[in-house]
């Protein structure tokens, strides 16, 4: 023994220290975890065993109908997103897409009405009360010249992308252009989409806020319209396509030269100014040749005169040319009458009536 705890005296061996022995353990009784006599019996009685085929066979029954019904709801909603065979139905998607197409041509109509039909004709037909702008309801323009993208740029970028005048009187209409229009990107799309719409869909005019049918005030009808673009058009074989400057649709190469001008004929003029005739009356002497000096005052845009008969027929027609300048051409004898004359570049705002006396 030492005084010193922890520590063995000098000499003597170390004690040896065992492990602390555990009393034994009673296991617990057998009836603790077993189920009572009645329950521990394998024989099943009549009533059990057809109790469990019933409930078997129901519960098979119960899965049967259950993986039926999965089949035909998966079977039906794949019928509803990509539509059935031999199409009895249209894709889900199809029809979202139609019926957004639909919605933007009915906006982009009010768009065209409020802002383009002033110059280009409440139907396309050019020449409208504010000015006159070439036609856009012409099958050969919109076949394939009247595009998606060509349509953008000149939303874009205005009148100069048409014929590189700078000049033009068409504005830029994008309020991202330079300098900025009106329009914002979705207006832009819609008036696009219009333009573009195709004449067997029948669309409704809506009003522009609250897009609510139109209703005529005399039948009571739903205000209706319909595009413009035939889907089935397609040009003549070997047809010219449609110039990149409308205005150079009007200026012909084979445009038989001009005969010359007696210095002893009548002078009749016609003066052109600001997309109209400055004389819608003119007089010109009957049954004798005369000269038809044409004045083409409106820079950079192209004008002729066509003068007809009372039967509609064709009787004399200068050439085409933009101004400013002035022609003088050499006119056949006319009987006396009265005989319509119109500039066929702009036809609807320039007219006039030649009096042959």
């Not at 469990?52 to 519960?59: D, T």
């Not at 889900?92 to 019926?99: D, F, G, N, V």
């Not at 280009?120 to 000015?131: D, F």
Request: charged share 20%; with cysteine.
């Amino acid at each position: 023994m030492t005084d010193t705890p922890g520590r063995e005296p000098e000499g003597s061996e170390p004690e040896q220290r065992l492990p602390a022995t555990r009393p034994p353990a009673t296991p617990a009784p057998v009836e603790r975890f077993t189920s009572p006599p009645a329950l521990r019996k394998f024989e099943l009685t009549p009533e059990r065993a057809a109790q469990v085929v019933r409930q078997s066979s129901n519960a098979r029954w119960v899965g049967f109908l259950a993986t039926v019904i999965v089949i035909l709801f998966v079977a039906l909603y794949w019928f509803y997103e990509l539509g059935a065979p031999l199409g009895l139905s249209e894709p889900r998607l199809s029809q979202e897409i139609t019926a957004q197409q639909v919605t933007k041509v009915e906006r982009g109509y009010n768009v065209y009405q409020a802002n383009c039909a002033r110059c280009h004709g409440v139907e396309g037909e050019g020449g409208g009360e504010g000015g006159d702008g070439p036609t856009l309801n012409r099958q050969d323009k919109l076949f394939e010249h009247l595009n998606e993208n060509y349509l953008h740029n000149v939303l874009m970028v205005g009148g100069r992308y048409v014929c590189g005048n700078p000049a033009s009187i068409m504005p830029v209409w994008a309020d991202t252009g330079n300098p900025p229009g009106p329009l914002n990107y979705r207006q832009i799309e819609e008036l696009i989409a219009f333009l573009r719409a195709t004449s067997d869909v029948t669309y409704i005019v809506r009003d522009e806020h609250l897009l609510d049918p139109k209703v005529d005030p005399v039948t009571g009808e739903v205000l209706t319209f319909k595009g413009w673009r035939d889907p089935n058009y397609e040009p003549e074989p070997g047809a010219t396509p449609y110039p990149d400057c409308w205005a150079n649709e009007f200026v012909s190469a084979s445009e038989p030269p001009a005969a010359s001008v007696d210095p002893n004929a009548e002078v009749v003029t016609f003066t052109a100014l600001s997309l109209a005739f400055t004389e819608t009356e003119v007089t010109a002497p009957a049954d004798t040749p005369f000269t038809l000096s044409f004045d083409n005052q409106d820079a950079g845009v192209p004008h002729d005169v066509q003068i007809k008969d009372t039967s509609d027929a064709v009787v004399f027609k200068t050439a085409t040319f933009a101004g400013a300048e002035k022609r003088d051409f050499s006119v056949p004898a006319l009987p006396a009458g009265s005989y319509p004359f119109l500039c066929t570049v702009h036809p609807t705002t320039m007219t006039g009536t030649l009096t042959a006396e």
